[in-house]
C-alpha cells in the first residue's frame, strides 16, 4: 500500500501558477509512474497528468494542455505537477497515484484504491 502525499497547493489569481509536489515517504519513486488527479466539488474525480517511471511518457488532459507539466527529481524522491496560466476551473482537491502505465485507462479514479489527502488548489481573484 502506498501512502501519497501530496502539498503545494494554495490559493492563486487567475494566470498565476502553482507547483505540486507528490511523495511516498519510504519508497523511491524513481520508476514509477505517477499521476495526478483533481476533484472539484460536485463533480468526479479525474486524470489530468501522467508522467511513466522513466520519464519518457507523460500524458495530459486536453483542459491542461499547453499549461501543466510534469516533472521529478529522482535525488528528491519527488514528482512535480507545474501548473500554469491557471483557471478558475482547476480549482480543485489535487491528488497523486501510481498507475501501472500513463496510457490506456490510467485516468480512470476505479482502478486506484490508494489515495491521500490531496492538496487543494483554488484559483480565484
Known amino acids: 500500500q502506498l501512502q501519497f502525499v501530496e502539498s503545494g497547493g494554495g490559493l492563486v489569481q487567475p494566470g498565476g501558477s502553482l507547483t505540486l509536489s507528490c511523495v511516498v515517504p519510504?519508497?523511491?519513486?524513481?520508476?514509477?509512474?505517477i499521476g495526478w488527479f483533481r476533484q472539484a466539488p460536485g463533480k468526479e474525480r479525474e486524470g489530468v497528468a501522467c508522467i511513466s517511471g522513466n520519464s519518457g511518457t507523460s500524458d495530459f488532459a486536453d483542459s491542461v494542455k499547453g499549461r501543466f507539466t510534469m516533472s521529478r527529481d529522482n535525488a528528491k524522491n519527488t514528482v512535480y505537477l507545474q501548473m500554469n496560466n491557471l483557471k478558475p476551473e482547476d480549482t480543485a482537491v489535487y491528488y497523486c497515484?501510481?498507475?501501472?502505465?500513463?496510457?490506456?485507462?490510467?485516468?480512470?479514479?476505479?482502478?486506484?484504491?490508494?489515495w491521500g489527502q490531496g492538496t487543494q488548489v483554488t484559483v480565484s481573484s
Open positions: 519510504g519508497v523511491t519513486l524513481d520508476y514509477y509512474a
Open positions: 497515484v501510481a498507475p501501472p502505465l500513463c496510457s490506456g485507462r490510467w485516468s480512470n479514479p476505479a482502478y486506484y484504491r490508494d
